[in-house]
């Protein structure tokens, strides 16, 4: 897959003589890690839209043209960077009135945007994933920018469930989203989305891989645990995934799910930005479907009104993880606050000299926050079951020195339990491979 990436904030530039105004962007479309730029076979024209008022729903936005003399949306074979201005319309021709605008660049051709959970998952060329970004004259100092989702739901929706995460601008590789969370946060939203005859994904598509499958689809509480989760888009991915499936089930009874996230210090400001943008989400959500009269009377029987709306959204957090403490056993309390029914990671193997950490910290985990058993009550009789938490891995291989992890998690005790991989297209090379493996581990 290829991201446009915006290298500067979009800049705006006002014109005294003709009393118009532009944006100027630069912008480059590169692989996830950046390592190399797209290259197509056809030239790709891309769109620029803006949205005045901070909502970015498909039929709202304004398309900007080019501006007169400037570089065409072009991108061409051989392009590195594409910098060019866009005329601005009469209602944002100041900086005052951009102050809530977000603008997207996406691909021309609908074909090639990654905007939606079936785009990513059906798709048999290669994809784009557009780019959000708000212009600030205020704040030049601005880095963040928006990669969005919409995942299956009603077309007739007014208001789409998306995955939203924030990551930097520019071409650093640190806190960008990167191709397998990307695919497995949709993934998870195939799992996890509902059987009725709204839903975009056959039976036998959802049932890719059953044991997960299962996991997720278990009435009962659901604690999982992300580690090296960037940006958030697998952990939030998921979180919003078990949400529409939530707000599609006719079941008034919603199970408790809390997700934590962790990774190294540096990932955490853009992580809880992340969070916080997932709970705005959920609670404008949650007003929405309370205004509804159909919805008022849903809350009603579920008996605490707005309260039973809240209770079925995923809880999200956050906390630091280093993986050489967690080899060492040595964890924060947030981990070690429950046992956690998943573990889960994407796009962690690639640097093969920190795997020896990542497979401890893990087993680790499992040995730590694990309770020796478990006791449910069945019919007046007590049973004692063994807590197994799985873990959930997600790779894109960049090389065939990551091949060592599966000894490393081979000799610690783990043991795939199901595996997929699933086919990524691509414009200018051979098609590469997402892998997504289920492992499990008997408590020593």
Known sequence: MHYIRILRPPSFVASSARGDAQLQLLLTITTDLGESFLYPLQP????????????????????????KGENTLRWTAGSRVLKTKVNLPPQ???SARLSRAVVCVRPLERRLSASSAADVLSSSCGLIMPLYVAPRSNHPEETMALRRLRIPEDAAEASPLCVEVEEELGESIARHVWDAGVYVAVLLTKICSSSSSSSSYSNDEKSCMPALEKILGSREKLDVLEIGSGVGILGIG???AILGRHEESASSTKRPVSILMTDLPEAQ?????????YEAMVSQRQRQRQQRPTEDEAAKEDGNGADAGSRQAPIVDYENLDWEDGRAGVFAPKILARPWDLVMLSDCTYNVDMLPALVETLSEIHSTTSPKHTSQEDDGHHHHLLHHPRVLLATKRRHDSEKALFDLMAGAGWSIEENRTFELHDFDSASQHIEVYLFGRKRP
């Open 44 to 67: 790709v024209d891309l769109d620029v839209v803006l949205y005045l008022h901070g909502s970015v729903e498909e039929k709202g936005g304004i398309k900007l043209p080019v501006a």
């Open 92 to 94: 944002a021709s100041s």
């Open 238 to 240: 998921l979180a919003t």
């Open 269 to 277: 400001d853009r992580a809880a930005a992340n969070i916080s943008r």
